[in-house]
Structures are given as structure tokens and as C-alpha cells.
């Protein structure tokens, strides 16, 4: 079975196109397309209102006798959604836009009728330039001037966005050098503090020269005149042998707490509890184990 979506079909080699009848249809002929309501509109007949986009199954046939420099003009037909009642519009290449033709009237739309007396103006500006060279040499004039004005105000807005660029960039270097500024003390101190590090490193350990490797007997020979380096021994430094005083390695506060306890003195001993009859004079005697007799 073939398959149903596929590009290349399979022609015969004795297949021949001209012997395929043609359908004969009529000049024009209407077709159904599916459309969208190009323009929001008011049906004439029940005064119900069809909103632009509105979709509907349309008839479409073309103009006869009407062309657009060869263009050609289409009109569609639809129902209104109401009354059924039969709407026609045509497309309008003059204004790349379509026109309402029969059974409802277009929505005010204030856009088109301020676009209408902006067209309107200019043809009537044509005219009287047409008719009267000296209106058409001022109106060039003036064309001018607003260029000219239009081109100063374009230079001082880039003058101004210039020099916003330049301050920014400014804005941007002076911090930029502050940071480095800052990173430079910050290595600076580091530096510092290896440096010190270092010092107290060196104080701590000393290296002293430790007794020269001698080679092997027979590289000995072969090399009596090579200078053997000296090998290096890292020795910790010894404490001194008198150690400070304690009270010395205290702060001055805990220093003037004890200077106040040995001038105190030290606290009396506590007695002993005595009972009540050691001191009425009665003393008890333990108890004697009882004697067994055979």
C-alpha cells in the first residue's frame, strides 16, 4: 500500500499529461474560503455588530470591469451572525486596505479620517504649488529650515550623548584606579607582614655548616681539584636558661589582683564540727562483741 504523504509519485513512462481532460468551469465562478472579518462592522439590516476577526465561510468571486493598474479586485460575501442577512466587501489595493459595499456600514475608525485630511492637505499643497511658483519657493524655504533646525537638535542630542560617554568613562577609570590603589596597599601590607614573618623565621632557626661529604675513593682521584660545597645544617636556637617571672607574663589587671590577696593574707582554717555531747564531757564507748561460751 503507498504511502499517503509523500513527495515523489510514480508516473508510468507512457504517461501523458495532455490526455488528462480539463474541467470546464465558468469565467467567474465563486469560491468558498474561510476568512477572517477584515474591519469591525454594523450589519444595516438588524443593527448587530461584527467585531474585526470574526471568522466566517465567505463566497469569493472577482470583479469584473474593475482593476487597480492591473490589479485585480476580489469581493466576499458572508452573513450577518443575527439576521443572516447578506454583507459584501471587496479588497481596495489603492489603500491596501477593504472597502464595505453592501449590507453594513464600517465602525468609525478616527485614524483613517485624520490619515484622509493629511492626503487631502498635500494634494491641495500640490495644487497651489503648481499654480504659483513664488508659494512653491517658500514652502522649499521652509522645508529647509526644519531640516536644518531637525539637523542641529539631531548634532547636540549625539554632543550631549558624547560627552555623557565621556564622564562615564572618566567615572569608570577613577574607580577603576582607586581599586588598584587599593589593591596596591593591600599587597603592600602583605608583603610587609611576609617580610617580618620572615625575620622572626630566621631569628628562631640559624644554619650552620655541617661536616663536608667526602666522595668514593675512586671518584676522589678523578676529582682532586673539584670544590666540594659545604653541606648546610638547620639548628633550632636554644632558649635561655633563665626563665621569666610569672608574674611578669600576667597583665597589669590580674598583677594588681594579686598584690590585694597577699596583702589580705591568707584565710583562716576552717574547724572541725564538734557534737553537742563532746562538749557536755560525755563520751560513748563503742559496743562490745559478745563473748561465746562453749
Known sequence: ??????????????????LIPRRRQPKNSQQVVRLMAPFSMRCNTCGEY??????????????????????????????????SAEITFKTDPKNTDYAAEHGASRN????????????????AKLEEEENNPMKA??????????????LDALQD????NARNERVGQSADLLERLHMEEIETEEDRLRRREEEEDE?????????????????????????????VPEAVITVKRKAGTQEPALQSLLPDSARALLSVA?????????????????????????????????
Open 157 to 160: 542630542i549625539r554632543a550631549r
Open 262 to 294: 597577699s596583702s589580705i593574707g591568707a584565710p583562716a582554717p576552717k574547724r572541725k564540727k564538734v557534737e553537742g555531747k563532746s562538749l557536755v564531757g560525755i563520751k560513748l564507748k563503742g559496743r562490745g562483741k559478745a563473748k561465746t561460751t562453749v
Open 108 to 123: 468609525f475608525e478616527p485614524w483613517r479620517d485624520e490619515k484622509a485630511v493629511e492626503e487631502e492637505d498635500r494634494l
Open 199 to 227: 625575620k622572626l623565621v630566621r631569628a628562631v632557626f640559624a644554619k650552620v655548616p655541617g661536616p663536608s661529604t667526602s666522595a668514593s675513593d675512586g671518584a676522589g682521584s678523578s676529582r682532586e681539584g673539584a670544590v
Open 1 to 18: 500500500m503507498s504511502e499517503r504523504k509523500v513527495l515523489n509519485k510514480y508516473f508510468p513512462p507512457d504517461f501523458d499529461p495532455s
Open 137 to 150: 519657493l517658500e514652502n522649499r524655504t521652509v522645508d529647509s529650515k526644519r531640516e536644518m533646525d531637525i
Open 50 to 83: 461584527i467585531y474585526k476577526g470574526k471568522k466566517f465561510n465567505a463566497r469569493k468571486e472577482t470583479v469584473e470591469g474593475e482593476d487597480y493598474y492591473g490589479i485585480k479586485i476580489f469581493r466576499f460575501y458572508i452573513k450577518c451572525t443575527l439576521c
